[in-house]
């Protein structure tokens, strides 16, 4: 089969590369040249394990890139994966799709289907996309890969959801037919949704919406847990052997970030209250979250004053094994330690923070050494394996935000809910 999948970002790249992995011919389409120039070159755009290597196998031959979307005639099915950033109240910016989605709709024919894969709630969907297309059948797709581990998660799917109205029937057919390798390579089945349009999108934002809901209520109970002196792990063990609770997404600590949750969950928040709906539950689920780094700084108060004083920030990341920092929970636990006047030092493995007043290290002990406490942020896992560098610290505080230093003597240590 031959694809055009709009959008070289992480999504885009990572389905492009398994696509053409799968033997399809894939077209990938991006506005930025020097992206075009390095897919052809077998240069990957993003960092994903895995990825890397396809691009380099596939990019220029069976994966051909260019910034025109005329390309997109010569194949049957066009994936649309470009970003929908959400502005302060929540509301998404659906501009890059609806351009997206109008330079399509000029050069295909009416036989053609143009399938988002981009994020977009459904009342921007009909309002703002649906009008502008006039021939070709508009369908959706979403995609639940995470950061990180995208290409394993996009070989393995558990559902393929696949939403269309006009034609659907076609659509459906032409999408089945896109992931028929995808599901032959893997061991376990996914489920197949057809469903409607807008439906297939509400799975993505529901999704999205459950877990991390989930992560907020297993915080609320782990602050509940941390009153009476009880280790939230515990607890979490406990419940998750329920499966109707499972055991995933019951870390608790310090919350959500990344590119998804935060800004999904707000994003449909903002959607329903425009119509006229307050989603209590979601918007719970949004203030604990921007809770928990104030709970952390707090925890941190009762032992230092950092006024004036360097202070260690381990983690910058918005979860291990990415140097993605977009809302990661550092950002407000620097914003709070700069308001009470520490100097930070943050280290990462791989990430750094832009546009933050804090000084980068190039190891956890030289942020540790001579620090006025610890603060602990990503859950990488290096950080367990900590010892000697806390005794450097001028004063060895370490609130702990993902419980993953395994040193509790000789040291003051605090975990956020245990
Ligand atoms: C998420 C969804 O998992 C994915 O299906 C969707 O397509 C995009 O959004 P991603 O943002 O890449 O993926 O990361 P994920 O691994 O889900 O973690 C999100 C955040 O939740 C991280 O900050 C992580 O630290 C936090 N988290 C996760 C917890 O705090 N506790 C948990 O138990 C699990």
């Known amino acids: 089969m031959h694809v055009s999948i709009v959008g070289s970002g992480y999504v885009g790249t990572t389905v492009a590369a398994a696509f053409a992995d799968a033997g399809h011919r894939v077209t990938a389409i991006d506005i930025d040249p020097a992206v075009v120039e390095g897919l052809n070159a077998g240069e990957s755009p993003i960092e994903e394990p895995g990825v890397g290597a396809l691009i380099a196998e596939y990019g220029g031959e069976e994966l051909i890139a260019t910034t025109e979307f005329g390309r997109a005639a010569g194949s049957e099915l066009t994936l649309v994966a470009v970003p929908t950033p959400t502005g302060p109240d929540g509301a998404i910016d659906a501009s890059y799709v609806a351009s997206a989605v109008e330079s399509l709709d000029a050069v295909v024919d009416d036989e053609h289907v143009i399938a988002i894969k ?39 799917p558990h559902k ?9 029937e076609r659509a459906y057919d032409l999408l089945a ?31 999205n ?3 991390a809901s989930k992560i907020s209520l297993i915080n609320d109970i782990g602050n509940i847990a941390k009153q009476h002196g009880i280790d939230a792990y515990e607890i979490a063990d406990a419940i998750g052997t329920d499966p109707r609770i499972s055991d995933q997404f019951l870390r608790s600590g310090v919350g959500y970030g990344g590119s998804c949750f935060p800004k999904d969950i707000k994003s ?14 979601l918007e719970a689920t949004t203030e604990l979250n921007d809770r928990q780094p104030e709970r952390l700084l707090e925890l941190f108060d009762q032992y230092v004053d950092p006024e004036g004083e360097q202070v260690a920030v381990l983690g910058l990341a918005f979860k291990p094994g990415t140097d993605d920092t977009r809302n ?49 942020v990503t859950d990488w896992d290096e950080f367990a394996a900590l010892d000697e560098e806390f005794d450097r ?16 003597e000789g040291i003051t240590y605090e975990g956020l809910t245990w």
Do not use: C, W
């Open 328 to 376: 990661s929970r550092a950002i407000p636990v620097i914003e709070g330690l700069d308001a009470r006047g520490a100097d930070v030092v943050g280290y990462d493995p791989v990430a750094t923070l832009d546009g933050h007043d804090i000084e980068h290290a190039d190891t956890a002990a030289e942020a540790l050494a001579g620090a006025h406490g610890a603060l602990v």
């Open 118 to 156: 981009s994020t977009v709630v459904p009342d921007a969907l009909r309002t703002e996309i649906a009008p502008l297309v006039d021939g070709p059948t508009l369908a959706t797709n979403p995609e639940f890969l995470r950061e990180g581990t995208a290409l394993e998660d996009f070989r393995n």
């Open 268 to 281: 449909i928040i903002n959607s329903a209250t425009e119509q006229g709906y307050e989603p209590l539950m």
């Open 177 to 207: 037919e896109l992931y028929a390798p995808i599901r032959r390579a893997t061991e376990a089945e996914p489920a197949v949704i057809r469903t409607g349009r807008d439906a297939a999108m509400l799975i993505k934002y529901a999704n």
């Open 209 to 211: 919406a459950f877990l």
């Open 393 to 408: 610290m001028a004063e060895p505080v370490v609130v702990d935000g993902r419980r993953i230093v395994e040193r509790r």
């Open 160 to 168: 393929l959801v696949f939403g269309a109205d006009e034609s659907a």
